[in-house]
């Protein structure tokens, strides 16, 4: 499966933006991530989806502004960001986990498929 993150781009704080993680194939039992790593720092957990999409999980920083989902019909994942600080600045990966599914949606090292990343610049 290959995944291919889009979206992203330059907005002002309080902007937002829409990134899309397309898979190559059907990924309808895949948990669904975002991650985003900043310059300088480890990638870090931002938003997950279970296959149904019945649960979500996001990380502390980005509840309540982001909003992650899905359409299975044709393989995509969203990220809806809303509210956009510039702190939010990094290069954003989609990850795929099939089944068996690993114990935590937040850690980086339970998804076995990586998107290229898209960057997102938020200017003050």
């Known amino acids: 499966v290959q995944l291919q993150a889009s979206g992203g781009g330059l907005v002002q704080a309080g902007g937002s933006l829409r990134l899309s993680c397309a898979a190559s194939a059907r990924t309808l039992l895949y948990d669904m991530g975002w991650f985003r790593q900043a310059p300088g720092k480890e990638r870090e957990f931002v938003a997950a989806?279970?296959?149904?999409?019945?649960?979500?999980y996001y990380a502390d920083s980005v509840k309540g502004r982001f909003t992650i989902s899905r359409d299975n019909a044709k393989n995509t994942v969203y990220l809806q960001m809303n509210s956009l600080k510039p702190e939010d600045t990094a290069i954003y990966y989609c990850?795929?986990?099939?089944?068996?599914?690993?114990?935590?949606?937040?850690?980086?090292?339970?998804?076995?498929?990586w998107g290229q990343g898209t960057l997102v610049t938020v200017s003050s």
């Open positions: 990850a795929g986990d099939p089944p068996p599914y690993g114990s935590s949606r937040s850690l980086s090292y339970e998804y076995d498929y």
């Open positions: 989806i279970r296959w149904s999409g019945g649960s979500t």
